[in-house]
């Protein structure tokens, strides 16, 4: 069975957290925090909107607080050419800097 594919045409975001998806004459309310779903056939934009923002009111709140960070050290030497998906020079014990990073210390 083919999965139907949404065209980003037929997502509208409504409010911070609820988006809106159209198929076959039916809407959709989404919630992307809590993925609560609604559906809807034949509604007027007034009551798409009373149902939006009730979804929204009944979205906890979420509040994210960054990381702190301690200490860091970036290191490029000529031998790096930024290609790395995962850097491992914080885990190298590099007896002092401007080494290879790829040099195997004994």
Known sequence: MKQKQF???QIKQLS?????FVQ???IIL?????????YLEDASFAEIKKTAQEMERKTP???FSLPQTKKF???ITLNCNLNCDYCLVFKNNLVQLNNSMNKLES
């Open 73 to 75: 050290r970036v290191e």
């Open 16 to 20: 911070k957290n609820i988006f809106t």
């Open 7 to 9: 065209r980003s045409s």
């Open 24 to 26: 076959k004459g039916r």
């Open 61 to 63: 709140k979420m509040r």
């Open 30 to 38: 989404f919630n992307r925090i809590t993925f609560q779903q609604k």
